[in-house]
């Protein structure tokens, strides 16, 4: 039936389920649109009508029940009427209505719903007299119940006291066995306490009683939870929620008659065939509500199998039609199947890749559609070991899900015992209140780190996420005693060093003792690079390698790792990187190689130092050249601060003042202190950092420049394709970067003309300032290509320090709805983003061919992958273990930036 343009003017508020379709969901929500859908494809959906979003909308507005509405509802109930065979209010043959909320996304329970409205005395009595007395007053007082709770605002709690006690006064284990006189007596009870608390009683005029009950939905628009709940799922506050009233179909009359919840496949393995619950003489609030057991759906296959034959029927239409895995409600009344709901199923991501490619094997969708069905997040979630589930098990504490994964180990308190524990084969968690630099060793030492401060963000996570370890920061009450070598948690449950703990960085939790662990099949099968896309047993892994396959096709972004050793390297490289987008080359003298830069700016045997440090460097490029042979390397100039190399100025200070107290304090220490003070800055992360240390202490930079040089030419010589190229971090200006590239350049020539050959590296520079975004054009000029240091970007495009604003007011800003999400680790589009796409599209203006990457935290984020592909760069560059999900995501993004692209072609 078609509906012509005035007919739909006129009746904008309510359409009839024939009148719409699964397109519809912004006017019809999800649950309307879905029975609409199935109402066209001949299902066997109640007849009903759906009272639309707009109607809400405009009763929200404020300007009370919209005009028109009460009209288009009795006019759609005249039809339902007809189509029933019915009358509402009728005794002789009453219709029963639900009338339930569901908006345009699926905000599972978070709104409201009153079942068995026209229910009345009169047509309670007739029931009764037809001989259906429990079915008559077990659906009176679910009307009562759910009207009181909803439309009158009374608390549940009240009503679930009077059926628990009348449950322990007849000694029924369950509402099933409660008979037709104490279903009776708890009807009269329930209305006693609509009376009490509101002086009225429900309402004989069955009209009355929906009117309110469609009102009481669209309120419960705005309840606590349905806030709490959009404001946490991001969904826009001013859509409102329609409300479908559908004839009411029973699964509360007798052993012939249920309810059951089901999908069109297994949603947590992906399995096929058709998977759920069944609960015989029951409502669906009872099966939702898990009051009491259901029967699994092979059950009911067995007892009624023509029942069962027909449900897969159904389910199949569905999964044909939505081409994707479906969730079903239904019920049967006396026999008879009705499908009360459909919508898209939430799978687990295991699930989600396998039915992806299942779907693609059975010819339903294709290879690119799959690619649109996972996402990033799911891979990174199966790439990590998990704990092996264990019921009942509390954890000691909880804190931030900063980096995926199960591990455990003995406790340690600092890095040097991290270091030298693991060096004795132990294995172990390091616990500190927060990580800095020094802690790195520490880090790569231990399975899982732990911090009592910090947010997702914070030097431990974002480290932690790197090296692919296992972290919790934020440690809600824990203590940490770095010098009494212990931790206390709230309960003042103390923790020593060596005590076992097992540590879940997907949860966020932390367990006494030692939990089993199994390794991540999928990691594996990736990193051993079973062959992409072959046939393994593992169903899972099978989807996963093929998707990954085909997102390599598909996408146009290459895929680069942040790595700085050898054993990062080879990692990233098993993942599948194609190359080393950004090695800091800081690690190599932090930790106890920290004195050698200690010794240059104290000028104590500076070229010693300095040899040192360029031998050091020598042996580290050989090795990651090595590894890396025929694929590009950037190595990064030195970029920390200087103070991250010198000691602590307040440690030495007090040592020092001790010192002469005792009357100890030699020239040395005294010597350490001056030069400690003299390079000291108030805001280090603004301060001597990046290319400025070239005017500053061009040795250092000269030295790593140098040990590149000769590591390349002397791999060269044995034959080896080695690819490094340089960049510059932290310019603001051109000029420092021609000084830069003018001197490195020379650097370059020198070594290549002592070993009789040329030598010429591509140079680029880093784009981390918010003035090297804007100059940006004369930047391109003397670069060979840009990569965007998103991190440093984020800090100065909103002027805050990252570990401070994750610290401190982060958290607070997200509550408030000042931030949506974390800028740190989520591009934020408006602001960094903008900065992004301007340089990179000035930079391609100036120099046609420009190469563009990033290498923040955000290349490596899947919701942020999206903006990088449409901006156009080259490359991402992100630590290793995410490898595999950037190379996912790539090709997601390609696949769905075609799709737009081809959709606006055709408008
Ligand atoms: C950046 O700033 O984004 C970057 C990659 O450099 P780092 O994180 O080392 O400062
Ligand atoms: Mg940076």
Aim: proline content about 5%.
């Amino acid at each position: 039936m078609t509906t012509t343009p005035e007919r739909t003017a006129r009746r904008a508020f309510v359409l009839e389920l024939h009148e719409g379709d699964r397109t519809m969901a912004g006017l019809l929500g999800g649950k309307g649109a879905g029975l609409a859908e199935m109402s066209r494809l001949g299902l066997p959906v109640p007849p009903g009508f759906i009272v639309t979003t707009e109607a809400c909308r405009a009763w929200l507005s404020g300007a009370g029940e919209p005009e028109g509405l009460w009209d288009q509802i009795e006019a759609a109930m005249l039809d339902l009427e007809h189509r029933s065979g019915l009358r509402f209010g009728d005794p002789s043959a009453p219709l029963l209505v639900s009338v339930r909320s569901g908006a345009r996304f699926s905000m599972p329970g978070m709104m409201e719903t009153v079942l068995d409205v026209g229910m009345t005395d009169a047509v309670a009595a007739t029931l009764v007299a037809r001989g259906e007395a429990r079915f008559a007053w077990d659906s009176y007082r679910r009307l009562v119940q759910m009207y009181g709770r909803t439309v009158l605002g009374i608390n549940g709690s009240l009503f679930d006291a009077q059926l628990t006690e009348l449950r322990r006064a007849t000694g029924a284990a369950t509402d099933a066995e409660l008979d037709a006189a104490a279903l009776e007596r708890l009807t009269a009870g329930f209305r006693r306490i609509l009376v009490e608390h509101t002086g009225g009683d429900l309402p004989q005029d069955p009209r009355d009683q929906l009117r309110r009950a469609v009102i009481a939905v669209f309120a419960s628009w705005n309840g606590e939870r349905a806030r709490l709940y959009r404001a946490h799922e991001g969904i826009p506050d001013d859509l409102g929620t329609a409300v479908n009233v559908v004839q009411m179909v029973f699964g509360n009359r007798g052993e012939h008659s249920g309810s059951g919840v089901c999908f069109t496949r297994d949603p947590v393995s992906g399995a096929p065939g058709v998977f759920g619950d069944y609960l015989p003489d029951a409502q669906g609030e009872d099966v939702v509500s898990g009051s009491r057991s259901p029967m699994d759906l092979s059950e009911l296959g067995r007892r009624d199998p023509a029942l069962h034959e027909e449900l897969s029927t159904h389910l199949r239409t569905l999964e044909q039609h939505y081409r994707d895995l479906c969730d079903v409600e239904f019920t049967v009344e006396r026999g008879r199947l009705w499908i009360l709901q459909t919508r898209l199923g939430k799978r687990s991501p295991a699930a989600a890749f396998r039915i992806a490619v299942e779907l693609v094997d059975e010819g339903v969708i294709d290879l690119d559609e799959a690619l649109t069905r996972v996402d990033g997040t799911q891979l990174q979630t199966l790439l990590h070991p998990t704990f092996t589930t264990v019921e009942g098990l509390t954890p000691l504490a909880h804190g931030l899900a900063a980096s995926p994964g199960a591990a455990y180990g003995q406790l340690v308190f600092d890095a040097a015992t991290a270091m030298e524990w693991t060096a004795l084969g132990r294995a172990v968690v390091l616990a500190r209140p927060e990580t800095s630099p020094d802690d790195f060793g520490g880090l790569l030492a231990a399975r899982a780190v732990i911090t009592s401060r910090g947010g997702l963000t914070s030097h431990a996570a974002v480290v932690a996420r790197g090296l692919g370890r296992t972290c919790v920061t934020g440690v809600e009450g824990l203590l940490v005693d770095p010098v009494a070598r212990v931790a206390t948690l709230p309960g003042g449950v103390t923790l020593p060093e060596g005590t076992v703990v097992s540590v879940d960085g997907t949860a966020g939790e932390v367990y006494a003792g030692q939990r089993d662990i199994e390794p991540s099949a999928v990691s594996t099968a990736i990193s051993q690079g079973t062959g992409r896309g072959t046939e393994t047993s593992d169903r899972t892994v099978r989807a996963v390698l093929t998707l990954l396959a085909h997102a390599d096709l598909r996408g146009h972004l290459g895929v680069m790792a942040n790595a700085d050793t050898p054993e990062e390297a080879r990692m990233a490289k098993r993942f599948g990187a194609e190359g080393i987008g950004l090695c800091r080359t800081e690690h190599m003298l932090l930790g106890e190689r920290r004195v050698l830069v200690e010794r240059l700016v104290t000028d104590e045997n500076r070229a010693g130092a300095l040899a040192e440090i360029e031998a050091l460097a020598l042996t580290e490029f050989t090795s990651l050249l090595e590894t890396m042979e025929g694929l590009p390397v950037v190595v990064r100039l030195l970029d920390p601060p200087m103070h991250e190399f010198l000691p602590d100025l307040v440690e030495l200070s007090v040592t020092a003042a001790v010192a002469a107290e005792r009357g100890t304090l030699d020239v040395m220490l005294e010597r350490r202190l001056a030069t400690t003070r003299r390079w000291h800055e108030s805001n280090p992360m603004l301060g001597l950092r990046g290319v400025r240390l070239l005017t500053v202490l061009p040795q250092i930079i000269d030295a790593q420049v140098r040990a590149l040089a000769e590591a390349t030419l002397a791999l060269r010589a044995r034959g080896l394709d080695v690819r490094p190229e340089l960049m510059v971090p932290l310019v603001a200006d051109v000029a420092e970067l021609t000084a830069a590239r003018e001197r490195m350049e020379g650097i370059l020539a020198d070594v290549a003309r002592a070993h009789g050959t040329t030598l010429h590296l591509p140079i680029g520079v880093m784009v981390e300032l918010p003035r090297a975004a804007l100059t940006a054009a004369a930047l391109a000029e003397h670069a060979d290509f840009f990569s965007f240091g998103t991190n440093d970007l984020t800090q100065t495009s909103w002027g805050m320090s990252r570990d401070d604003a994750e610290a401190n007011f982060l958290a607070a800003y997200r509550e408030a709805g000042i931030i949506a999400t974390d800028p740190f680790k989520t591009i934020d589009e408006a602001g960094v983003g903008a900065l992004v796409a301007m340089a990179a599209r000035d930079g391609r203006q100036a120099r046609p061919g420009l190469g563009l990457g990033a290498c923040g935290e955000h290349a490596g984020d899947p919701a942020s992958i999206g903006f990088f592909a449409r901006t156009g760069v080259d490359y991402l560059s992100c630590s290793p273990p995410r490898v595999p999900v950037v190379r996912l995501e790539a090709g997601r993004q390609a696949v769905l930036l075609a799709g737009t692209r081809s959709t606006s072609d055709t408008r």
